[in-house]
């Protein structure tokens, strides 16, 4: 007798819910929160409940973040939304590196965005961002700029209109707002105190040679400095609060996943999405996983992937495997 145990894993959660929200009310390391980087740039203050950031460019690249339970791309709709609140901020401070440099709150790639060479400070290696930064003055103007980077590390830019020259009030609470629509390929941001907007901001519409993003998880973000050109390094050190964070996101990928016998042979039975294509693994190992299915083009409601050939192994454990088509 075989025995056969289902790992309800794949290229994205399998969480239902489409959407998150995090006030940051008890220690969120126990709801999925990781920091990676350096230790005690972002830490959750349990008496205030609410998230302590120092964004230090002379620090390593820095993230604290969380999985979206899903990957967007530039065909999805989604909005983030958080508290943010500047206590000081200080740009050019690095000896050697006198220009801005940006303070960033957004989505991001986990896996690319932890590799060592992943540089948003140069822009050589920055892949896979949809991300508002902003950029504190040093002779050019205070500057929003809703940045995305695609999957070959290219800026969208169509010129000024994709970025507003605009302070940010210190010691004030403010509502930042993004929210990005495929259909017209627009990310357009708000940024309010109690209800009253700060100023208007740009929208930043992608660029007719843009690709493609793959993002997948959202991150409160201190990004290194290091590795700029000296003729036009920047720097920044910036102290305040990150709370009440929202984001609201189309169906994963994959959901109401569940396994069952059909004439003796085991079948991963779930609600797929037509823009993504699938494909059923098989491990006996963990180290090893290989393709059990052919690769099938997503659709709506229930989708069935069945086994070809479950050979003799005694025990075999699954996954289904999502991936945005192309």
């Known amino acids: 007798m075989r025995l056969i145990l289902v790992l309800f894993t794949a290229a994205v959660s399998l969480a239902e819910a489409a959407a998150m929200t995090e006030d940051f009310s008890s220690n969120p390391s126990a709801r999925g929160w990781e920091l ?14 609410n998230l302590h950031v120092t964004w230090d460019s002379s620090k390593p690249n820095s993230y604290f973040r969380h999985s979206l339970g899903t990957i967007l791309s530039r ?70 700029w809703p940045a995305i980077w695609s999957t070959n590390s290219s800026l969208s830019y169509r010129g000024p209109v994709d970025y507003t020259i605009l302070e940010l009030p210190h010691g004030v ?18 940024i309010t105190t109690n209800g009253v907007p700060v100023a208007a901001v740009n ?33 920044l050190l910036a102290h305040g609060v ?50 059990v299915t052919k690769s099938v083009n997503g659709s709506r409601g229930e989708m069935i992937l069945r086994e070809m050939d479950a050979g003799s192994a005694p025990l075999r454990y699954y996954r289904v495997k999502a991936r945005p088509a192309p």
């Open 173 to 190: 609470t403010m509502r930042v707002m993004m929210a990005y629509t495929a259909g017209d390929f627009t990310l357009t941001t708000t």
């Open 36 to 49: 990676f980087g350096e230790a005690g740039l972002i830490q959750w203050d349990a008496q205030a409940q």
């Open 242 to 291: 990150v709370d009440n964070i929202t984001l609201t996101l189309p169906t994963p990928a994959v959901s109401n996943l569940h396994g069952r016998f059909t004439d003796q042979q085991w079948e991963a039975v779930f609600s797929g999405r037509e823009d993504f294509t699938y494909v059923l693994e098989a491990t006996e190992d963990f180290l090893t996983w290989r393709e």
């Open 75 to 144: 065909k999805d709709d989604f909005s983030i939304a958080f508290d943010l609140r500047l206590d000081d901020v200080a740009a050019g401070i690095v000896p050697g590196k006198p220009s801005t440099f940006p303070l960033a709150v957004g989505l991001q790639n986990t896996a690319l965005a932890s590799q060592p060479e992943f540089s948003r400070g140069t822009g050589a290696h920055s892949p896979n961002l949809v991300e508002f930064d902003f950029f504190p003055d040093t002779g050019f103007g205070p500057t929003i």
């Open 203 to 235: 929208p930043v519409i992608l660029s007719p040679a843009f690709t493609d993003f793959r993002i997948d998880a959202f991150s409160v973000t201190s990004y290194s400095d290091g590795g700029q050109d000296t003729r036009f390094g920047g720097s």
